[in-house]
């Protein structure tokens, strides 16, 4: 069972989609909302939402640490067991992004900046320049009969703000110049993840969710440098192959990376 209380953020979006996700539980403070979904996966229902005030130990990929202080930022996570196949799990991270920028798009309006996808988790702010990374995702695999994903959203509202230093190369809507508050946030992510993961679910929607991601990436088109498990190599950013992965030309040569970190060559050549 998860402790905490429902979490109030709102109606504003009716409609099939937001029924998805159930009751949304909210925390004060918590080591990490994903691993708090994790170790219910058991027992809790597919569309199982933790937000929190506060991670003590929120966690990146790869061990790394996700920063924010207490009641800043947008932290929730969902579990999810995700139907129309099992080729759905690896696109979780690739639907919530797509969601995320949606909804930031709708908070901008038509302004700058703009907000893209870094492959494969990170959502970026950009004016013209690249202003940092604005939020992360961080989707994990549980075991299970049937398996269950959950996947964790760290949305930087208020820190780091203009004088703040934060992590490099953060950034928040606040520091972008947009004044609004963690907690009216999550509703309109959920609605927008529910719409989306309602694309994936459904015939074609692998194809569909690599298309959306594909028109929101910052990295496709790119000269990029990926550091993953096999190694450091540069190369041409060109395509997502269907399971989400990262097509880059290198040497003459299309690889296709499955996890890794990029660097993006262009933009560190502008600055
Ligand atoms: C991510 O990992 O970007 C995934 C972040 C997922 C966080 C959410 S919060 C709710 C849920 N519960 C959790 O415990 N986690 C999820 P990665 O790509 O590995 O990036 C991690 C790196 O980003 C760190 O090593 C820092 O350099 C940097 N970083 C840490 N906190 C940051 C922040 N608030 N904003 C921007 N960058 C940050």
């Known amino acids: ?4 209380r429902n979490y109030h953020c709102g109606n504003s979006t009716p409609g099939p989609f937001r029924r998805r996700f159930g009751s949304v539980n909210y925390v004060e403070e918590t080591g ?15 569309g199982t939402v933790l937000v929190t005030g506060h991670q003590t130990a929120g966690r990146g990929r790869l061990d790394r640490r996700w920063e924010a202080p207490p009641n800043a930022n947008l932290l929730m996570s969902v579990l999810l067991r995700p139907t129309g196949g099992s080729d759905r799990l690896s696109l979780v991270t690739s639907t919530l992004a797509v969601a995320v920028v949606d909804v930031l798009v709708d908070l901008i309006g038509g302004q700058v900046p703009s907000a893209r996808i870094k492959w494969p988790n990170d959502i970026l702010l950009f004016d013209g320049d690249q202003l940092g990374k604005v939020a992360g995702i961080l989707a994990e695999l549980v075991d299970g009969d049937p398996p269950a994903v959950v996947v964790g959203l760290g949305l930087n509202v208020e820190w780091p703000g203009p004088d703040d230093e934060g992590p490099p190369d953060a950034t928040s809507l606040v ?5 609004t508050e963690p907690g009216s946030l999550a509703d309109p ?3 927008s993840f529910g719409r989306w993961l309602g694309v994936l ?14 028109a929101r990436s910052a990295t496709i088109g790119q000269r990029v440098r ?5 190694g450091m190599v540069e190369g041409h950013a ?5 399971d989400g992965a990262l097509v880059v030309e290198v040497d003459g040569t299309r690889r296709e990376f499955r996890s890794g970190d990029i660097v993006h060559l262009r933009s560190l050549d502008r600055d």
């Open 1 to 4: 069972m998860l402790s905490g």
């Open 32 to 46: 990490s909302t994903n691993a708090d979904l994790a170790a219910v996966a058991d027992t809790a229902g597919d």
């Open 238 to 242: 060109l395509d997502l192959a269907p």
């Open 201 to 214: 679910e459904a015939p074609g929607g692998v194809e569909a969710i690599r298309l959306e991601h594909l």
């Open 175 to 179: 520091a972008a110049g947009f004044e």
């Open 189 to 191: 992510v959920l609605a």
């Open 226 to 230: 990926v550091e993953s498990p096999t």
